[in-house]
């Protein structure tokens, strides 16, 4: 499948848009991974380069790549709600997945503010099986919760992150619970620049050997 299937997921604040792309069989898959965006207020949406990145490289991997505008982004009804409502939007993108394919193993990526939500969600889901979280702005937002997960998880971030540094990454990496794996990005800021496209192919490396 060479492009994505839109549909809206049924959430807690009205229907959520979203895209599907599919990995070989959208009806009958065995893993999928459930992506998002960065922060609503500046700018985030699914066709944020890294999100869509991501979910074409997974899908080239065979995984189903299911991405979503959160509350009050693009046709997504609703409104932000500082990220409570956004978990909320997240879990029912995951239990609209799981309900398709219920013995498909599921992962949740999240790219910014998005891996604030994704990991969080993720990590007390049942149905989730892996946690990815890139450009983690560990430095605006609590992720202690890191602490204490069991499940597999990687963590991708850049070397010249302009809202984390990767030093304070680092460190926080240093307190996750294993099993873990990390992935520095040299020469990019928290966007990733020209160097994107590595990190949809990390993604979908790792979730290939977990899923």
């Known amino acids: 499948m060479t ?20 990995g070989g069989n959208p ?21 944020n380069k890294v999100v869509a990145r991501t979910a074409r490289y997974l899908s080239e991997a065979g995984i189903e790549a299911v991405r979503f505008n959160f509350r009050g982004v693009g046709q997504s009804e609703g409104s932000f709600d500082e990220g409570h409502g956004e978990r909320a939007d997240l879990r029912a993108a995951v239990a609209y997945v799981h309900d398709i394919s219920p013995q498909a193993k599921l992962a949740v990526i999240g790219f910014s503010f ?14 989730v099986s892996a946690l990815v979280g890139i450009a983690p702005p560990v430095r605006m937002f609590d992720f202690d919760f890191l602490k204490t997960s069991s499940k597999s998880k990687l963590i991708i971030y850049a070397e010249n992150d302009q809202y984390t540094d ?25 966007f990733f620049g020209i160097r994107v496209d590595e990190v949809g192919k990390k993604v979908a490396d790792f979730l290939s050997r977990i899923l």
């Open 3 to 22: 492009g994505s299937t839109k549909l809206f997921i049924p959430g807690p604040a009205g229907k959520l848009q979203a895209l599907w792309r599919s």
């Open 27 to 47: 009806q009958n898959f065995t893993r999928a991974a459930i992506i998002c965006h960065l922060h609503p207020l500046y700018g985030g949406t699914m066709e």
């Open 114 to 127: 998005g891996a604030w939500i994704a990991l969080d969600v993720g990590e007390g889901d049942s149905s």
């Open 166 to 190: 990767a030093a304070t990454i680092k460190a926080w990496l240093v307190d996750a619970r294993e099993p873990i794996e990390s992935i520095l990005i040299p020469g990019v800021d928290h």
